[in-house]
């Protein structure tokens, strides 16, 4: 099962927004309503931030919102501030009791 | 707030053994999913397995054969046996409350060092 692809790297400046791709394959990404989203501070743990495509668990700010179109997932961060800046992943449903996570995406507000 | 803590991660050497424990409260626990989830360092995010509530479980090819987990609901506690472990399960493994098809709340997470 090979990782699902995110760019290596998005930025914006305070206020802006930024926009992730999570780019899968049919087997995954477009085969399921099952990609969920994690954001991951430097040497702590990922904390879930969407489930489901475009669920956000309580607490999650609404600034922070998920969709998908055919083989690709986006995660879109409005207003972009300061403790935004983070390392986000992906990660499908890939069938047969499987999951597979993206590559991670280090996101930098200038 | 559920909360989860993993221990036991250590040094080990090359095709040797190590059991991984993780603990979770603020649920019930025996009717909850657990997963582990293990990052390399510097890498990305890799699922290494899922147990269900009744204790069957799933694992991905890389480790299938290798790893095992089980859980003890008297003990609120799941365990990840790893064996035949090689330089590339060095990683920091977390501990996870699942979802079907998501990762909920994260431990801390737990450093395995596989090196001679």
């Known amino acids: 099962q090979s990782a699902l692809t995110q760019p290596p790297s998005a930025s914006g400046s305070p206020g802006q927004s930024v926009t992730i791709s999570c780019t899968g394959t049919s087997n995954d990404v477009g085969g399921y309503n099952y990609v969920s989203w994690y954001q991951q501070y430097p040497g702590k743990a990922p904390k879930l931030i969407i489930h489901e495509v475009t669920k956000r668990p309580s607490g999650v700010p609404d600034r922070i919102s998920g969709s998908k179109s055919g083989n690709t997932a986006s995660l879109t961060v409005s207003g972009l501030q300061a403790e935004d800046e983070a390392d986000y992943y992906c990660c499908s449903y890939a069938g047969s009791n499987n999951f597979v996570f993206g590559t991670g995406t280090k996101v930098t507000v200038l | 707030e559920v909360q989860v803590v993993e221990s036991g991660g250590g040094f080990v050497k090359p095709g040797g053994s190590l059991r991984l424990s993780c603990g979770a409260s603020g649920l019930t626990f025996a009717d909850a999913w657990m997963s582990w989830v293990r990052q390399a360092p510097g890498k990305g995010l890799e699922w290494v397995g899922r147990?269900?509530?009744?204790?069957?479980?799933d694992y991905p090819t890389p480790v299938k054969g290798r790893f095992t987990m089980s859980r003890d609901d008297s003990k609120n506690t799941v365990y990840l046996q790893m064996n035949s472990l090689t330089v590339e399960d060095t990683a920091v493994y977390y501990c996870t409350w699942s979802g079907f098809t998501y990762f909920a709340s994260w431990g801390q997470g737990t450093l395995v060092t596989v090196s001679s």
């Open positions: 147990i269900r509530n009744k204790g069957t479980s």
